[in-house]
């Protein structure tokens, strides 16, 4: 059964600081790895998308990396600010069940303060 | 692209009520469905996956005949709590996606369901 573990569960860093946001999974036989945003009371907002093949993904500020052999990724967050402020979900397509299947990590809850 | 509409937003309603909620992908096809569940500060947990024509597949511990999804069309699925109590007010999520399990899905704003 896949487990995703995200660490830290929670972060606040002053404006302009660079973070890491780190996630891990236990069953390396996956599709690919997702990362979400999440505000308070809304639904998900997909960040980044690495295919099982992929090392890495960049969108502006934002770069995720993959390792699936040794189930980790991270989302590394360039000169935070403070409307990056939400809750980040990892979510990784396991091959289990034909790729049916997102299993959601726990999510690291963050604060960029001013 | 990819825009996934879920509809209401939010509903408070009384014990032993039905309802419904919609899920639509807007401009594309969702040959798969997903339907989830967060509590407070959890995360999402899988309730079923459905693809267009078939009948849902249920996670265990899933009550079927208490949720009772239809996937009627390539663009529409539909989420009916029956009869529902206090114990059943959460936030609820569908997504969808269009082809293969490689390919990403993409979420709609979810729905908040309070039951007095």
């Known amino acids: 059964k896949q487990e995703v573990t995200q660490i830290p569960a929670a972060l606040s860093v002053p404006e302009g600081e660079n973070l890491v946001l780190n996630c891990s999974f236990t069953?390396?036989?996956?599709?690919?790895l997702q990362w979400f945003r999440q505000d308070p009371g809304k639904g998900l907002t997909s960040l980044l998308l690495?295919?099982?093949?992929?090392r890495e993904q960049t969108s502006g500020r934002l770069n995720a990396s993959l390792d699936k052999s040794s189930g980790r990724s991270t989302l590394y967050i360039a000169a935070s600010q403070p409307g990056d402020s939400a809750t980040y979900l990892c979510?990784?397509?396991?091959?289990?069940?034909?790729?049916?299947?997102?299993?959601f990590g726990t999510g690291t809850q963050l604060k960029v303060e001013l | 692209g990819a825009v996934v509409s879920q509809h209401p937003s939010w509903v408070i309603c009384k014990s032993g009520t039905s309802v419904k909620i919609e899920c639509r992908s807007l401009?594309?096809?969702?040959?798969?469905m997903f339907w989830y569940r967060q509590f407070p500060k959890q995360s999402l947990m899988l309730m079923a996956t459905?693809?267009?024509?078939?009948?849902?597949?249920?996670e265990q511990g899933v009550e079927k005949d208490k949720f009772l999804i239809n996937h009627a069309s390539l663009t529409l699925s539909t989420l009916t709590v029956t009869s529902a109590h206090p114990e059943d007010s959460s936030f609820y999520i569908c997504?969808?996606?269009?082809?293969?399990?490689?390919?990403?899905?993409?979420f709609g704003d979810g729905t908040r369901l309070s039951i007095l």
């Open positions: 997504s969808a996606r269009e082809g293969a399990g490689n390919q990403p899905q993409h």
């Open positions: 069953d390396s036989a996956i599709y690919n």
């Open positions: 690495i295919q099982s093949s992929q």
């Open positions: 979510a990784v397509s396991s091959l289990t069940g034909g790729g049916n299947k997102l299993t």
């Open positions: 401009d594309f096809q969702a040959t798969t």
């Open positions: 459905s693809n267009e024509g078939s009948k849902a597949t249920y």
